[in-house]
Nanobody, 116 residues
């Protein structure tokens, strides 16, 4: 599966952004989709994850109550609604397709910058 993120940009603290991840190609054995973020010098960290049927979600503690992950299977697109953004949310956001038995697929990333 090929993944393309969009929606990143520059926003002031307290603002909102919605990221999109458009998927194309085979979804065979894809069991979940996830958003990760990475800042220079740090490991990529899981932000949110959603099962393929959208029935279950989970979030990093740092974004609970502020971010919402969702997916529209008809559009083959996953979203990350980010509200009450903080400077520490700054980073490159990547989407990942989790495939049963591997390999997982990654997008190219979209950059989010939150100014204080």
């Amino acid at each position: 599966v090929q993944l393309v993120e969009s929606g990143g940009g520059l926003v002031q603290a307290g603002g909102s952004l919605r990221l999109s991840c458009a998927a194309s190609g085979s979804s065979f054995r894809i069991i979940a989709m996830a958003w990760y973020r990475q800042v220079p010098g740090k490991q990529r960290e899981l932000v949110a994850i959603i099962t393929s049927d959208g029935g279950s979600t989970n979030y990093a503690d740092s974004v609970k109550g502020r971010f919402t992950i969702s997916k529209d299977n008809a559009k083959n697109t996953m979203y990350l609604q980010m509200n009450s953004l903080k400077p520490e949310d700054t980073g490159v956001y990547y989407c990942k397709a989790v495939r049963w038995g591997g390999p997982d697929s990654w997008g190219q990333g979209t950059e989010v910058t939150v100014s204080s």
